[in-house]
């Protein structure tokens, strides 16, 4: 038997490629689901029109999240924390000023994430013991079960979309206008190193024989209601209906030994604290970068020493257009990232910076009225006025110019679970790039026809972008604390690591699609091992 560790879009991908080998494949997950009242609510609204929705149904999804100027403070899905459930009991996380957010969901992460899908260059990942060519058919395979709103546009000449297989959801008033600047400003942006396109999401954006499309209700950012954002659960699902592939949830793994040509994997049961064995011919551990860390933290008994986990920097600030999109907030329209620009500049460190541009979305105006308070509704006209011409940017750095994070394992006590102690580095570099970011925005913006506005510019604590890894990073001939390029940490010859956790950098362009394709590709490989 063949052990996959976690439910996330590494996991599926991995256990796609082990399935499709004919290879027989146990997945091991927490598995924490939706409550069962929501999941009923959910079934109701999908099985009607979305005139029909009821206040009641609305308020469930969007009742608990909110905004302010520094973005989501937690980002609710369907208006439950479920994400995140557990996650303080099995992984415990100390530190200050730092991010360190596992999951325990049945899907992990692609539970509440933005689902922005870019490939990466081969310049950002040159310090790789792979190359972007590398990772070229396993983007394919990976999006040939993983929805693509996407357009051929200017961004393919960047980043090829891997796919022939998508359809592009329809901008907002806000989006296309800007698109049709940057449009007719094409030939001078790109001679300053500035990318642009449509944003690529994995979101179902017309109906297939797998569902409808999207319908454009703005609720995006609280969980769509027919689930067109792409959660690997789905994936999960697809796999249980092949005769090779096993499910066994409600358990979390806590280390892993190998003996006698076996892997011995243990774990606790979240149902009863009961202590339980697996044993398998090879374990792939695809549980999220601080899962795993801990788990082979664990398996090592490195208590106390010290690994760098590398982070994509990021931040948020506005930008602010010259000319407004008319009547924003009553308009239909998607609410995920519309617009990317991908920057490449040697004074900015050289690797891409990634820009997601954010149209409007109702979290603005909860935000704006949370501020104004009771005076609001004498401001109501000139709120119109600028939430027409605001541009929310989120922006993402090359780990190389990020600060990262120490992370090491302090064990236990009688009665306790070891816990991952984080400490944020410092990088001097990180402010320069951000602020070099609005630099070159202003510098351009009589072709953006926008401008950034450097208040308030929000630089999030490391681990918040949720782009981090490289604890034990791939190299040709790696060293302690290292892993080879079939992730296999030094040490270890039936113990694979699929997620984030092995990459020895991480390139400001959006991570998920990038782990799914190397999870599959050292899956792939299972028979050349």
Not at 101 to 122: D, H, I, K, Q, V
Not at 300 to 313: C, F, I, R
Request: glycine residues 8%; contains cysteine; proline residues 6%.
């Amino acid at each position: 038997m063949i052990y996959v560790v976690g439910s996330g879009p590494a996991g599926v991908s991995c256990a796609m490629a082990l399935v499709n080998q004919g290879l027989e494949v146990t997945m091991l997950d927490a598995g924490i689901e939706l409550e069962p009242e929501r999941q009923q609510i959910l079934q109701r609204m999908r099985a009607s029109k979305r005139e029909d929705w009821d206040a009641a149904s609305l308020g469930m999804l969007t009742g608990r999240t909110s905004a302010n100027i520094n973005g989501i403070p937690v980002k609710y899905v369907y208006g439950s924390d479920y994400p995140y459930r557990e996650a303080d009991r099995y992984i415990p996380i100390e530190g200050k000023h730092v991010v360190g957010s596992p999951s325990l969901a049945r899907g992990g992460f692609s539970n509440a994430w933005g689902a922005t899908s870019l490939p990466y260059l081969s310049s950002d990942i040159a310090d790789w013991p792979i190359s972007a060519a590398d990772l070229a058919p396993h983007y394919e395979a990976v999006l040939s079960f993983v929805p693509l709103s996407a357009t051929r546009d200017a961004l393919a000449a960047t980043f090829p979309p891997y796919s022939n297989a998508f359809n592009p959801l329809r901008p907002g008033r806000q989006a296309s206008a800007f698109l049709k600047d940057l449009n007719y400003s094409h030939d001078p942006l790109r001679k300053a190193g500035i990318a642009f396109g449509q944003s690529r999401l994995a979101v179902r954006a017309e109906t297939t024989g797998d569902g409808p499309g999207c319908v454009y209700c703005g609720l995006c950012m609280y969980g769509c209601p027919y689930g067109l954002i792409y959660n690997s659960s789905s994936t999960v699902a697809r796999l249980q209906r092949t005769n090779n592939f096993h499910y066994v949830k409600d358990v979390v793994v806590q280390k892993v030994v190998e003996e006698k040509g076996q892997v011995q994997i243990l774990v606790q049961s979240r149902l009863n604290q009961e202590k339980l064995t697996f044993a398998g011919a090879r374990v792939y551990l695809a549980c999220g970068v601080w899962s795993t860390t801990k788990i082979l933290l664990e398996s090592l008994e490195a208590y106390g020493h010290p690994v760098t986990m590398k982070d994509s920097q990021y931040f948020l600030f506005p930008l602010l257009r010259y000319r407004k999109a008319g009547d924003v907030v009553k308009e239909d329209l998607y609410t995920l990232a519309q617009v990317f620009l991908d920057i490449t500049d040697e004074r900015l460190g050289g690797n891409t910076v990634h820009l997601e541009v954010c149209t409007y979305n109702d979290l603005y105006l909860r935000a704006i009225k949370g501020i104004l308070g009771p005076t609001y509704p004498l401001f109501r006209w000139p709120v119109g006025e600028f939430l027409g011409r605001l541009l929310i940017i989120q922006g993402f750095l090359h780990s190389n110019v990020s600060r990262a994070i120490s992370v090491r394992l302090q064990p236990s006590n009688a009665g306790s679970t070891s816990r991952l102690v984080l400490e944020a580095l410092p990088n001097e570099r990180t402010r320069q790039a951000i602020r070099g970011v609005l630099a070159k925005l202003f510098a351009h913006r009589r072709y953006t026809k926008a401008v950034p506005l450097p208040i308030p510019l929000h630089i999030a604590e490391p681990g918040r972008s949720f782009h981090s890894g490289g604890t034990f990073p791939m190299r040709s001939k790696p060293s302690d604390y290292e892993s080879d390029v079939l992730g296999r940490p030094r040490g270890f010859e039936r113990v694979h690591v699929v997620d984030a956790t092995t990459f020895p950098s991480i390139p400001a362009t959006t991570i998920t699609l990038s782990l799914m394709a190397n999870a599959h590709r050292i899956a792939a490989a299972y028979h050349q091992t």
